[in-house]
């Protein structure tokens, strides 16, 4: 694991998502920027991927991810100088 992208709530039921997978991509002031190419995502209750919709969003949550998520451990990369 290599990090946590948090808590999704979606129709009412809680998933945590975890970064499983990444892939450094850049080094930017001393800083590895990662690329996410792997995640999990893992009901709080089992029985919520049942429910309708769920796993189509699920699977667009994933895509969306995996489609070039950048993080970076040590360095905010929202930061705009």
């Known amino acids: 694991m290599f990090g ?3 808590i999704l709530n979606l129709f ?3 998933f945590l998502c975890v970064i ?3 892939e450094r991509v850049a080094v930017l ?3 590895n920027i990662n ?3 792997g995640v999990k995502i893992y009901p709080f209750n ?3 991927l049942s429910a309708p919709g769920v796993s189509s969003l699920l699977t667009m ?3 969306t991810l995996h489609d070039g998520f ?3 451990y040590g360095y905010d990369l929202t930061a705009s100088r």
């Open 20 to 22: 499983k997978q990444i």
């Open 4 to 6: 946590l992208v948090g």
């Open 29 to 31: 002031n001393k800083a």
């Open 46 to 48: 089992p029985e919520s």
């Open 61 to 63: 949550v994933t895509a």
């Open 70 to 72: 950048y993080f970076a």
């Open 35 to 37: 690329k996410i190419t």
């Open 12 to 14: 009412g039921f809680n």
